[in-house]
């Protein structure tokens, strides 16, 4: 069965993009293809200004794609998944909430290490939202900016061990989710080093968006009544 899935990156870079492909490639069916929309680039990757505008974007992105069979969207704050799936009855999934199931899966609590701490107010609310917050046993940062984790520097890489090292020590957590998307690699180093599960958003999103198109189920979408007319003049 052949899929093609469309990943949007709501803060894309090229080199972000170029990454996220080379990622989602390793997971994917190889009769399957992966698609990355690579409009609205942009530098800066928080901007509350950008963040609200961008639901916008992303909905009207995928109501012009008459292509795609399923979509990821590549934000670790599942930013617009709920209103995408209002308007389309194909599979949507965020890589946050794909880390999340993926780690609960495997995991009796997990821990969350961010690259900056000004996610962790959307994160929070997500893990309520789907009833994972209990599962989380810590959630912390190493404040380095997203677009610097492009080039995985020794001081950033050092910085992340460190991290890690103490998020073991201290939470024993059974999986850990980094919030940089696209290092499935350095996941899989990672998980050798330290003897535990890291889960990468992107290779999660991939599987499970993949195997749930192949199931064919598809989102029931809504539908507004129309408003009875109660005998008052509209």
């Known amino acids: 069965m052949s899929i093609e899935i469309c990943i949007i ?6 080199k972000s993009n170029e990454k996220l492909i080379k990622c989602a490639s390793k997971i994917i069916d190889e009769n399957s293809n992966i698609y990355i929309n690579e409009k609205d680039l942009v530098d800066d990757y928080f901007s509350h200004h950008l963040e609200i505008n961008n639901i916008s974007s992303l909905v009207k ?4 794609n008459n292509s795609s ?10 930013i617009g998944v709920d209103t995408i799936r209002k308007v389309t009855s194909k599979p949507v999934i965020g890589i946050g909430e794909a880390s999340f199931y993926t780690a609960n899966i495997i995991a009796n609590k997990f ?11 959307a994160l929070k609310n997500n893990l309520i ?3 994972m917050d209990h599962k989380c046993v810590s959630l912390t940062s190493i404040e380095v900016p997203i677009l610097d984790m492009e080039t995985m520097s020794k001081l950033n890489l050092t910085k992340l061990e460190n991290e890690i090292q103490r998020t073991i020590s201290e939470d024993n957590p059974e999986a850990i989710i980094i919030t940089s998307a696209g290092i499935l690699n350095l996941s ?3 998980s050798t ?12 999103a991939t599987a499970l968006i993949q195997n749930l198109t192949k199931l064919q189920l598809s989102i029931k979408r809504f539908v507004p009544k129309p ?8």
Do not use: C, M
Request: aromatic residues 12%; glycine residues 6%.
């Open 9 to 14: 990156n709501p803060y894309g870079t090229s």
């Open 61 to 64: 992105q995928i109501e012009n």
């Open 69 to 78: 069979d399923a979509f990821i969207i590549a934000s670790f704050e599942d």
């Open 111 to 121: 821990s969350i290490i961010t690259n900056v701490s000004q996610s962790h107010e």
């Open 129 to 131: 939202k789907y009833d």
């Open 188 to 190: 899989k180093d990672l």
């Open 193 to 204: 080093k330290f003897n535990l599960p890291f889960i990468e958003g992107i290779s999660a």
């Open 227 to 234: 408003l009875k007319n109660f005998g008052i003049p509209i």
